[in-house]
């Protein structure tokens, strides 16, 4: 359900791009999507492959970059990506840190013809 | 047909972004601060309000948004408590968005509204993603759910400005250590405080108020 929305909205995205490059066909469209963002590959997947037919994206190939959760530790500075849910620092043992990458969740580029 | 790259570094939700920014300058021009109230299915937010309307009482000019998946039964309790409401069933949904609430506001007597709260789709997940127009952010976990969540849901625990744990009268029944739930999402949100409470006894109620005041002063 959640995808449905998300969906339209990254071809709404690449569509109105590849317009103004006067492009015939979308043929691939790349995201940047953070492991924190909360948005399931397949679930996009699927709802592309439903709303894509008759559009300039109809065919086009979905690449998800991801990027993992990248925090830096409150105590001491430290920079680590920490295993799912466990965000205890590897260096000195304190909870948690402030995220530096990971929330991500954009289209990066496209490609058309 | 030559093909080529073009780059686009658009933010997916910059449809919804946009319209939550002019939700938040309309909410401004009318000098209202905006609460949006996040949690799992039956934490407690419907109580947790109507049990805050009561205390601030004439104080406080308030005005509520309900979001739920369907059904009326939430605003109705609002509305019996002499407050302006509007449901919005989002028909399967699981989140509000900021279209819904731009409609929602439409029909709120805005000049008569100081203290708005936006009542999210019970959910830990979505709502997080999906920003309205607000000033601010409340999650609620209740004591029953356990004081594992933080890290189930990070970004819900990330992002808000203050974390309420409510049904605190149910601790004598239940595992949930207060003092790691505190370390968890400190570690995850150092800057919202944690206030444990119950909307049933008022314990705990003080905090909360005071928070509210702080922020409806802040702003």
Known sequence: MHELPVTEGILRIAIEHAQKAGASRITDIHLVIGDLAGFVDDSIQFYFDMLTPGTLAEGAKLHFHRVATRLRCWECGHEFSPPERDWTCPQCGATGGEVLAGKEFYVESIEIE | ?219
């Open chain 2, 1 to 219: 047909m030559e093909r080529k790259r073009i780059p686009v570094v658009e933010r997916i939700l910059s449809a919804n972004d946009r319209l939550a920014a002019n939700n938040r300058e309309r909410l401004q021009r009318h000098g209202i601060t905006t609460i949006n109230i996040m949690s799992s299915p039956g934490a407690g937010k419907t109580t947790l309000l109507l049990a805050t309307i009561r205390a601030l009482g004439e104080t406080c000019k308030i005005g509520v948004i309900e979001g739920d998946v369907a059904s009326q039964v939430d605003a109705d309790k609002i509305a019996q408590a002499g407050v302006p409401v509007v449901q919005i069933n989002t028909g399967g949904g699981c989140h509000l968005d900021a279209t819904m609430v731009q409609q929602a506001l439409e029909a709120l007597p805005l000049d008569e509204i100081q203290l708005l709260f936006i009542e999210n789709v019970g959910n830990l997940i979505c709502p997080a993603g999906f920003d309205l127009g607000q000033d601010y952010n409340v999650a609620l976990l209740s004591v029953p759910e356990g004081h594992d969540k933080p890290y189930k849901y990070p970004s819900m625990f990330e992002f808000v400005d203050v974390v309420l744990v409510t049904k605190t009268d149910l601790m004598p029944y239940m595992d949930f250590e207060l003092a790691e739930f505190r370390r968890l999402v400190q570690g995850l949100n150092p800057r919202a405080p944690v206030i444990p409470l119950s909307a049933r006894t008022g314990e705990g109620m003080e905090a909360w108020l005071e928070w509210l005041k702080t922020a409806v002063k802040g702003k």
